[in-house]
């Protein structure tokens, strides 16, 4: 109980509910020691086929480890991490972790078995000059092929400017592949979708809770899947692949089949767990094939 108290403590104050400024430099400083220490692990969640249950990607998504307070959720540091810059030596770390370990796993269960692994990407690290040769290196070092890397951004991140558009654009003759995320919450959507050199869309989570529900019983029901309908017609219209995130019953998954998707992610599908456990679970997956 104390250590539960402890964490609450200290996430109110870290989210800067009372001095804000101050808050963020001694967070800053926190995440600058725990990066040096190593505290930080990715897990990944598994981006699974709707159509057949197969694990065909994962998306990379940071953990802190903090020796007294145990693991730290993204949401409670990433906003600090980007007003305080810390996101980007973090983000680097983010990329080197995630093509190393597809990598790993493209070496163990050959080429077919993961088609894309991707880490978030912060609007800040694409206003950081030596973004492109961080990536470029990071598949280098790894030998992970560029066109396995799906970077995922927000709407809001791409939106910001003639200079995110180039880095983007560069990113993607380098072949590496571009996911808008929580597709559809963002402001100027449409228009986005033709000046950005997308790959994947992900349907964000709010468009699939409650999906399920009979739209005559639920007129929000009802919206949402006219959004997704439409979001899934735009991706198939313009060549892009699409995937339904927050996937949390059969029922959801079932209409998102229906509806057009064919590819999902969400607790229904897999939780986002650490390398070894999805290692166990393409070495399962494999078996199966077999
Ligand atoms: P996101 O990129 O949209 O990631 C999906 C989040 O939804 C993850 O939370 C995931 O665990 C959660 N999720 C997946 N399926 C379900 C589901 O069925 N139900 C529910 N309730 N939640 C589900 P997580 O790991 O806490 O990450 C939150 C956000 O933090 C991410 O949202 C992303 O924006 C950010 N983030 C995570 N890792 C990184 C990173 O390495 N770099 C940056 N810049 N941002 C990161
Ligand atoms: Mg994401
Ligand atoms: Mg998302
Ligand atoms: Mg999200």
Redesign the pocket.
């Known amino acids: 109980a104390a250590k539960q108290r402890g964490k609450a403590n200290w996430v109110r104050y870290a989210a800067g509910m009372e001095k804000p400024a101050q808050a963020d430099a001694q967070l800053g400083g926190e995440l600058r020691r725990a990066l040096d220490a190593g505290e930080f692990a990715l897990v990944y969640?598994p981006i699974v086929s709707l159509v057949d249950g197969r694990t065909i990607g994962v998306?990379?998504?940071?953990r802190w480890i903090h020796p007294e307070r145990g693991t730290v959720?993204?949401?409670e540091f990433?906003p600090a991490a980007e007003r305080t810059g810390l996101?980007v030596p973090l983000?680097r770390w983010?990329l080197r972790e995630t093509c190393r370990q597809a990598a790993a796993w493209t070496a163990e269960f050959g080429p077919d078995v993961l088609e894309k692994v991707g880490?978030?990407?912060?609007v800040r690290q694409l206003h950081d000059p030596d973004f492109v040769a961080d990536v470029r290196g990071a598949l280098a070092d790894s030998g992970l092929p560029a066109d396995r890397l799906v970077l995922?951004l927000t709407e809001s991140a791409v939106l910001r400017g003639h200079q995110v558009l180039k880095v983007l654009h560069e990113l993607h003759d380098m072949g590496v592949r571009l996911a808008l995320?929580?597709f559809g919450t963002g402001e100027s959507s449409l228009s986005l979708l033709r000046a950005f050199p997308a790959a994947v869309v992900k349907l964000d989570?709010s468009f699939v809770d409650n999906i399920e529900l009979d739209e005559e019983g639920s007129a929000a029901a009802g919206a949402r899947q006219a959004v997704a309908r439409a979001v899934v017609q735009l991706a198939d219209a313009l060549g892009l692949a699409t995937v339904a995130?927050?996937?949390?019953n059969q029922e959801q998954a079932d209409r998102l089949r229906r509806l057009g998707y064919t590819v999902g992610?969400?607790?229904?599908l897999g939780r986002?767990v650490s390398a070894a456990a999805l290692t166990a679970r393409l070495a399962a997956e494999q078996r199966v094939a077999a």
């Open positions: 969640q998306e990379a998504l940071v959720s993204p949401a990433i996101i983000g983010v880490p978030n990407v912060s995922e995320d929580d989570k995130e927050g996937i949390e992610q969400g607790y229904h986002p």
